[in-house]
């Protein structure tokens, strides 16, 4: 009985590596917004953990989550979802709010919830996110971390692609920005929708960004692919992501974008050319990824 107390104590307090087996104390992993300061290996973070420190203090809003539709699979995919909805929990939460005392609205995918998988709620969510960004006309933020498409709501989940990409596009044709940050991992029916369709594509260090995943690429081709498959800093490279951001400087950096969109100075850049000269310095091609 000892023993189990002891165990659970433990695991109250710490925390160990899921890639170098490092035990760290709580409070210090969150000092380090969920990175190893050992071996630099980036955990994955609920929502709420993203909003602690991407947005200003007591800033972001959530908005209600609601039933949104009835499943019509089987009994016991209706059990889960009723389920969901008693948790009040989707793979997916959005909101209003303040990112260095700039204005926007953010959708942040939940990998806890269902693997952050693209299902018809999300989708739903995701639709009403755009929705306000309309009438606000506030740029909106996209936080991912998703397996893909829900495939137990099968064609279902694969409409919610077009669904969230009609968003964007009304987006785009009203002017409105948009940002998107890909966290690992990112693949799928997320990967080849809205999560790439954004005016400004950031990424996490190291998170895996696909449509099918290199464990499935070498089950089909048969061919040994480098460990750096569908990495966000391979993708920099080849051009998909414009850049490569640690977490550290990612509430600066998207406080910046979001005010040089709206054509307003950022602290200790004026407005005389210089703002212009700054964005150009941070996503120059020779300089792509952000340090410590």
Known sequence: MKIIDLRERALRHWVRCEKCGLPLEKSRFKLHLGVCPSCGHYHRLTPQERVDYLFDPRSFHLEAFSPLWKEPMLASKEEAMKESIH????????????????ACVAVIMDFTAYGGSLGAAVGELFYRACDLCLKSGNPL????????????????????????????????EAGIPSISLL??????????SFATAADFILA??????CFSGPRVVEQTTGVQLPADFSRAEKLYERGLVDCVVPRIRQRPVIGELLAFLRGKEVEGIDSEGKRGEE????YARDKPIFTQ
Not at 183 to 192: F, H, N, Q, S
């Open 204 to 209: 996490e260090p190291g998170a895996l960004i």
């Open 141 to 172: 933020l996209i936080v991912t971390a998703s397996g893909g498409a829900r495939v137990q709501e099968g064609t279902l989940a694969l409409l919610q692609m077009a669904k969230t990409m009609v968003g964007m596009t009304l987006l785009k």
């Open 279 to 282: 964005m150009a310095r941070l």
């Open 183 to 192: 966290c690992d991992p990112t693949c799928g029916g997320v990967t080849a």
């Open 87 to 102: 948790q009040q929990k989707e793979a997916m939460v959005w909101g209003r709010g303040e990112i260095e005392s700039q």
